[in-house]
């Protein structure tokens, strides 16, 4: 693919450049009746200034429960197992639920996947801005509402004094999830996670969309977790790539690693099972379904649809590997004989 890569993390890292947020080993389950759902398993990622990390995968991968733990937004049954969520070197997973309210909408921001569960109906647009601003920075009433409405025209909504003055029912799904970016945009975050935040909405209005977010991604320079199905967007917008499945990241590297040297036969069977032609862009062709949460198998949760599992593969699961490089893939095909025979 003819894409600039950007400078990847292990470079930063060897220049000394610490990331904005560091996700270690982080572990979220649901206990139900039908047993432990691990939905995020061990998941790590890091996250530079300006950087846009994808994060892709199948329905039910845990890429929501994953960015809502970063946030600390699971709630009962669900909690968070283990882990640290680094946040310029503080860990959030153990602050006070005040000093979290404080990070969050401020220091990350999200746009969630569906936007009207995020707005009052009761309230307008405006209002609903202005508390916003109001709750996280030290100005005053009128200086919430300019900077409201010059964040309403910086994500391309025509009229803003007529949006500012809108119930959100009164806007269109494409309208309202601008409104997002833009509350979510005004708070000036170190992050922004966008969870799907073009899916169910015209391929016009998604284009739009993302320009937007490419644009402020630029110019205000706040780093971007990007949710998505559709790996047109990622192409075109990230830097670097997270492929999830049953709840762990299976391969991660920059955009030009995924899609030019892709090495987890999933990540292989996500790419082959793009259809441009679609409107929605993704279509899943692959064959079988991902593993039931509640009783994962013990060894890779790929095996069950992986045309090159082998013994090794039912019974132990990889880890992502080389730990060095910017690109892991965890596939036990990838790896030397030597981790292969302490695999098994
Ligand atoms: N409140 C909950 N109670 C029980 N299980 C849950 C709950 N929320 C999420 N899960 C489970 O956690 C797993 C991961 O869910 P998650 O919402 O993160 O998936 P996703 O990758 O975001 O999927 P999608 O692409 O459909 O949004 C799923 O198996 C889901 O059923
Ligand atoms: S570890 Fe085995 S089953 Fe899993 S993806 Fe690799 S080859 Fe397939
Ligand atoms: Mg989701």
Redesign the pocket.
Known sequence: MAKNVKEGGLIKESQNITPILEVNGLSTS?L?ATGE?K?VRDVSFSLYKGEVLAVV??????????ARSVLRLI?P??YIKSGQVLLNGVNLLNLSENEMRRIRGAEISMVF?DPMISFDPVYTVGQQFTEALLAHKRISRYEAKQKALHMLSAVSLREPERVFKSYPFQLSGGMRQRVMIAIALAMDPQVLIAD?PTTALDVTVQSGILTELRRLNKEIGCAIIL?T?DLGVVAELADRVAV?YA?RIVETGSVYDIFDHAQHPYTRALLASTNPAKEDGWLITIPGQPPV?ASLPPGCSFAGRCPEASGLCVHSEPKLYPETSEHRVSCWHTQSEERKIAGA
């Open positions: 649901f139900t759902i939905a995968g199948e329905s039910g991968c845990g890429k929501s429960v994953t709630e049954p669900g996947q799907e949710i199905h999830m709840g949460m």
